[in-house]
T-cell receptor
Framework: DTEVTQTPKHLVMGMTNKKSLKCEQH?????MYWYKQKAKKPPELMFV???????INESVPSRFSPECPNSSLLNLHLHALQPEDSALYLC????????????FGPGTRLTVT | AQSVAQPEDQVNVAEGNPLTVKCTYS??????LFWYVQYPNRGLQFLLK??????LVKGSYGFEAEFNKSQTSFHLKKPSALVSDSALYFC????????????FGTGTRLTVIP
C-alpha cells in the first residue's frame, strides 16, 4: 500500500470557523509533511514531523496548528483563517526525514469565505 | 540557499517524439534531486531521484533524468512521449546537510499533442 489519504477532499469554511484536515498513511513511514499549494504555484512546505515530533515549522501563522497523534496520522487544525489561506493543502510521508522520496496525498481543496 | 529553476513554463511535444523538461539547481554541496508529476486536482507523484552513483537515473513510466554536476542540471527525459504524459512536472532539491525540506521549481506544463 503506497497510498496517502486525505479528508476531506473539499472544505469551505468561514473566517470564524474551526476545522481540521486529516491525513493517513499505512506505509510505516516515520516522517510526515504538510504543504500548501496555491494555483499555478509549486508546493510550499509548512510543517515536518519526524518520529511524531515536530521538526520543522516554516514560520507558519499560529492559525494553522499541526498534530501528529500517532505514526500513521497527521492533522492540521484550522482556526480564524483568512481568504488568502485558500489553497490546496497536501500531505506527504516518507520513510524518514533523510533522502527518501515523499509520497503525496491527493490534497484538500480549502476555500475560506 | 537551495533552489531549482525550471526555465520553461510550457513544453509542447508531438506524441511519439522524445521529450525533455529542463531543471537546473543551486545548492551548497552535493544535492539530492527529485522529479514529481502532478495531474489536475491531484497530489504529486514521485518519478525518480538522484542521490549518488550513476548519473543516469531511471524512474517510473519510462522517464529518466541525467545528473550533470558541471552544468548543475537534472533534465527529465523520455524517448517517446505519450498523450497521457501531459501534466505539470516539478523538479525539487534538498541539500544533504539539511532537514528533508524539498524546494520545488515553479513547474513545467507538458502538453503532448496527438
Amino acid at each position: 500500500d503506497t497510498e496517502v489519504t486525505q479528508t476531506p477532499k473539499h472544505l469551505v469554511m468561514g473566517m470564524t470557523n474551526k476545522k481540521s484536515l486529516k491525513c493517513e498513511q499505512h506505509m510505516g513511514h516515520r516522517a510526515m509533511y504538510w504543504y500548501k499549494q496555491k494555483a499555478k504555484k509549486p508546493p510550499e512546505l509548512m510543517f515536518v514531523y519526524s518520529y511524531e515530533k515536530l521538526s520543522i515549522n516554516e514560520s507558519v501563522p499560529s492559525r494553522f496548528s499541526p498534530e501528529c497523534p500517532n505514526s500513521s496520522l497527521l492533522n492540521l487544525h484550522l482556526h480564524a483563517l483568512q481568504p488568502e489561506d485558500s489553497a490546496l493543502y497536501l500531505c506527504a510521508s516518507s520513510q524518514d526525514d533523510t533522502f527518501w522520496e515523499q509520497y503525496f496525498g491527493p490534497g484538500t481543496r480549502l476555500t475560506v469565505t | 540557499a537551495q533552489s531549482v529553476a525550471q526555465p520553461e513554463d510550457q513544453v509542447n511535444v508531438a506524441e511519439g517524439n522524445p521529450l525533455t523538461v529542463k531543471c537546473t539547481y543551486s545548492v551548497s554541496g552535493n544535492p539530492y534531486l527529485f522529479w514529481y508529476v502532478q495531474y489536475p486536482n491531484r497530489g504529486l507523484q514521485f518519478l525518480l531521484k538522484y542521490i549518488t552513483g550513476d548519473n543516469l537515473v531511471k524512474g517510473s513510466y519510462g522517464f529518466e533524468a541525467e545528473f550533470n554536476k558541471s552544468q548543475t542540471s537534472f533534465h527529465l527525459k523520455k524517448p517517446s512521449a505519450l498523450v497521457s504524459d501531459s501534466a505539470l512536472y516539478f523538479c525539487a532539491v534538498r541539500d544533504r546537510g539539511g532537514a528533508n525540506n524539498l524546494f520545488f521549481g515553479t513547474g513545467t506544463r507538458l502538453t503532448v499533442i496527438p
